[in-house]
């Protein structure tokens, strides 16, 4: 690997608070809400949550440790979970991916047999929909912009039945939301952080600044207007003071500006906006007390003050577990609830819902 080359990132106003905010009476609470019955090797790697009674999860219950497979999507209806059958779907399969709409669109995707599947839901049921040849695996995001389905320099587009292809400035895409995207590196060096713009033709760089580490990558963007787009993401550093940093940026238009966050935030992963307007994102925290285990949170602020709220998992006793450019954190459009999916080692998932 190249080493990585340093850039000046341009800060935020000194005024902006980089320790969290005391909790107010308002703030939400995370609570755990219950799960479907599923097998002890569960592994849940998607969230969907953009309305009420309308919140998704996507993942595998293997047989054994080790082996995936046998792949689950279940929606929470207001009262109880309902289970899917996924179309010519083998038990070896794995679903990764589940997005939504809170008009009622839904798309899941994963990998069967060396191949990408993708399924999407009609009329109550998933119907199959046929990917790109040669795409190994299938992640479809349904943004403002299209269904886009990421894959290494380049993504695809729903179009008149068919994917259309458009190449990508990005060696990977973790994440897609409006006309933005994210992921990893616009050249040869897939351990930098990378940003594109759709132009409504073509995708265009937008050039991120690389911090000097070991690595790093953006995993969600969140496009509140042209000129004002929020990334999150996570550092690799080597190990010391800490195993990795968050990133959080907010381009104006020109420039990428770091926003300041609490101190024990070591990685961010998927960010989100309720319908106040406050934003909140999904994470892992490191308290400072020596032999302390990394451990699942959302954070929230104001975008126009930055005075960061932290919600902790409740009972999570266990070491959180972070997955790259996986989708955590959903809001209902309509309540604000919040709804977090976190993976702890060695219980497994766990769901926490706020509001």
Do not use: C
Request: glycine share 10%; proline share 10%.
């Amino acid at each position: 690997m190249r080493p990585l080359a340093r850039f000046a990132v341009a800060a935020l106003a000194l005024s902006a608070v980089m320790v969290p905010s005391p909790a107010l009476a308002a703030d939400p609470v995370l609570l755990n809400h219950p799960l479907p019955g599923l097998r002890a090797e569960a592994d849940l790697l998607d969230l969907a949550a953009p309305e009420r009674n309308q919140v998704w999860i996507a993942g595998y219950q293997a047989l054994k440790p080790g082996y995936p497979g046998n792949p689950v999507v279940h929606r929470w209806n207001g009262q109880r979970w309902a289970g899917f059958t996924i179309p010519n779907f083998s038990s070896r399969g794995v679903l990764a991916s589940v997005s939504a709409t809170a008009a009622g669109e839904v798309w899941i995707g994963g990998t069967r047999n060396g191949s990408a599947y993708i399924a999407r839901l009609v009329n109550g049921g998933f119907v199959e929909v046929p990917a790109p040849a040669g795409l190994a695996s299938a992640a479809p995001e349904v943004t403002s912009s299209g269904v886009w389905l990421p894959g290494n320099r380049t993504i695809w587009r729903r179009e008149a039945a068919t994917w259309a292809p458009y190449p990508m400035p990005m060696r990977k895409v973790l994440a897609v939301k409006g006309s933005w995207a994210v992921g990893n590196a616009p050249d040869e060096d897939d351990f930098a952080p990378g940003a594109a713009r759709f132009t409504g033709t073509a995708w265009e760089n937008v050039p991120y600044p690389v911090p000097d580490s070991e690595g790093a990558t953006l995993e969600d963007v969140l496009p509140l207007a042209s000129d004002d787009v929020w990334v999150v993401g996570t550092n690799y550093t080597r190990g010391e003071p800490r195993p990795t940093e968050p990133l959080l940026s907010r381009y104006d238009g020109v420039t990428w500006n770091t926003v300041p966050l609490p101190p024990e935030i070591i990685g961010l992963q998927s960010i989100a906006q309720d319908q106040a307007g406050k934003i909140w994102i999904s994470g892992l925290a490191l308290s400072p007390e020596e032999g302390a285990q990394q451990r699942p949170v959302v954070i929230g602020t104001s975008p126009g003050s930055i005075a960061w709220t932290i919600l902790e998992v409740p009972g999570v006793g266990e070491f959180g577990v972070h997955h790259e450019g996986r989708d955590t954190l959903g809001v209902e459009l309509s309540t604000a609830r919040l709804w977090l999916l976190s993976d702890t080692y060695p219980a497994g998932p766990v769901l926490s819902t706020a509001s």
